[in-house]
């Protein structure tokens, strides 16, 4: 490092020490799903490896990354370190372990993987399917009058792109049966096989687990807990906890809620499911990071876009200042605290 790098590198800190300085104040929680080895047209709000890579090499020079349970309690008692930040992954994607993992390990990076455990060992998220379905779907005019979307032609990359994501908006808030037998309609409108490796094996959920990645719940499913009986949210928690208890040898602490927008994801009864469960926190995809006031069940968090780590560190400063995210009221309202 030369003289003129050094001091960039120590205003920049500087810079992230006034953003977050710690004790009481922001804990930015950042979110991931997958990581890709190379770009993909399909997906292009998933980052890669270079990119990952580049974000993870400038937080662990300018950020104290910490691991995500203990970054919340040291946040509830006031005595957060300066600098603070945690990382999270969601759903359980083998690129966590196959792209990912090695990406923390080489700068020595903590972070927690939310786990749904019907989809690990060959199974498929619904969107995953929605996407690969479209890939192979031959061009021309489809009819999709089953997911209420009528006929939709099919050609370029964009056409392909817009359709899976009106796809994935139809099913996502299905009941489970609804949405899977959905999802097998359209799997079986292609005639190749759709990829089924895309999620961690039971083995790799417990070797990432043994080197030290923690693994905490999302449900069994992946529904939607606002449009979920309680009988069936309770069931979709409680297996989870302990599926992932029996994985990995550790009750999970924190819990994810699936899709995670307040009041349209999850509602007050959710909540009061998970504390039932015996979790001692969970984080939402409300936009903006948790302070001391942030409720424990409710702690926001945001995934960045930006590609290059100057820009990504430009976000981390600017999440500084939304620090009061809409969130859950008592009455069962959305608003900001």
């Given at each position: 490092?030369?003289?003129?790098?050094?001091?960039i590198?120590?205003?920049?800190?500087a810079?992230?020490?006034?953003?977050?300085?710690?004790?009481?104040?922001?804990?930015?929680i950042?979110?991931?799903?997958r990581?890709?080895?190379?770009?993909?047209p399909?997906?292009?709000?998933?980052?890669?490896?270079?990119?990952?890579d580049?974000?993870?090499?400038?937080?662990?020079?300018l950020?104290n990354?910490?691991?995500?349970?203990?970054?919340?309690d040291m946040?509830?008692?006031?005595?957060?370190?300066?600098?603070?930040?945690?990382?999270?992954?969601?759903?359980?994607?083998?690129?966590?372990?196959?792209v990912?993992?090695?990406?923390?390990?080489?700068?020595r990076?903590?972070?927690?993987?939310?786990?749904?455990?019907?989809?690990?060992?060959?199974?498929?998220?619904f969107?995953?399917?929605?996407?690969?379905?479209?890939?192979?779907?031959?061009?021309?005019?489809?009819?999709?009058?089953?997911?209420?979307?009528?006929?939709?032609?099919?050609g370029?990359?964009?056409?392909?792109?817009r359709?899976?994501?009106?796809?994935?908006?139809?099913?996502?808030d299905?009941?489970?049966?609804?949405?899977?037998?959905?999802?097998?309609?359209?799997?079986?409108?292609?005639?190749?096989?759709?990829?089924?490796?895309?999620?961690?094996?039971?083995?790799?959920?417990?070797?990432?687990?043994?080197e030290?990645?923690?693994?905490?719940g999302?449900?069994?499913?992946?529904?939607?807990?606002?449009?979920?009986?309680?009988?069936?949210?309770?069931?979709?928690?409680?297996?989870n906890?302990d599926?992932?208890?029996?994985?990995?040898?550790?009750?999970?602490?924190?819990?994810?809620?699936?899709?995670?927008?307040?009041?349209?994801?999850?509602?007050?009864?959710?909540?009061a499911?998970v504390?039932?469960?015996?979790?001692?926190?969970?984080?939402?995809?409300?936009?903006?990071?948790?302070?001391?006031?942030?409720?424990?069940?409710?702690?926001?968090?945001?995934?960045?876009?930006?590609r290059?780590?100057?820009?990504?560190?430009a976000?981390?400063?600017?999440?500084?200042?939304?620090?009061?995210?809409?969130?859950?009221?008592?009455?069962?309202?959305?608003?900001a605290?």
């Open positions: 490092m030369t003289v003129a790098t050094g001091f590198d120590a205003l920049m800190r810079a992230a020490r006034f953003a977050y300085p710690g004790r009481a104040a922001s804990l930015p950042i979110v991931h799903h990581v890709l080895e190379t770009p993909d399909l997906l292009p709000d998933t980052i890669d490896a270079r990119t990952m580049d974000h993870f090499e400038m937080l662990s020079r950020f990354v910490l691991p995500l349970d203990e970054a919340i946040a509830a008692e006031g005595r957060l370190p300066p600098r603070a930040v945690t990382l999270t992954f969601d759903d359980g994607y083998r690129d966590n372990v196959d990912a993992l090695p990406i923390m390990k080489k700068y990076l903590p972070a927690t993987i939310y786990l749904s455990t019907s989809f690990i060992d060959g199974g498929r998220m969107c995953d399917t929605t996407v690969e379905a479209m890939r192979r779907m031959p061009s021309g005019e489809v009819d999709l009058g089953a997911f209420g979307l009528g006929r939709r032609e099919i370029d990359t964009g056409s392909r792109l359709v899976a994501n009106e796809l994935t908006a139809a099913v996502k299905r009941p489970v049966a609804e949405r899977d037998e959905l999802c097998d309609r359209l799997e079986h409108m292609v005639d190749s096989p759709l990829p089924d490796d895309l999620m961690m094996t039971s083995d790799q959920v417990r070797r990432v687990s043994r030290g990645i923690t693994i905490s999302h449900t069994v499913n992946h529904p939607n807990m606002a449009l979920t009986d309680i009988e069936t949210a309770r069931r979709e928690i409680v297996q906890r599926d992932i208890a029996a994985l990995t040898g550790r009750a999970p602490r924190s819990f994810a809620y699936p899709f995670g927008k307040p009041g349209t994801d999850y509602s007050n009864e959710t909540i499911l504390r039932e469960a015996g979790y001692s926190s969970a984080v939402s995809m409300s936009w903006g990071v948790a302070t001391v006031d942030t409720q424990r069940y409710q702690l926001p968090r945001f995934g960045p876009a930006e290059s780590d100057n820009a990504f560190y976000r981390m400063l600017k999440m500084a200042r939304h620090s009061n995210p809409p969130l859950l009221t008592d009455s069962g309202d959305v608003a605290r």
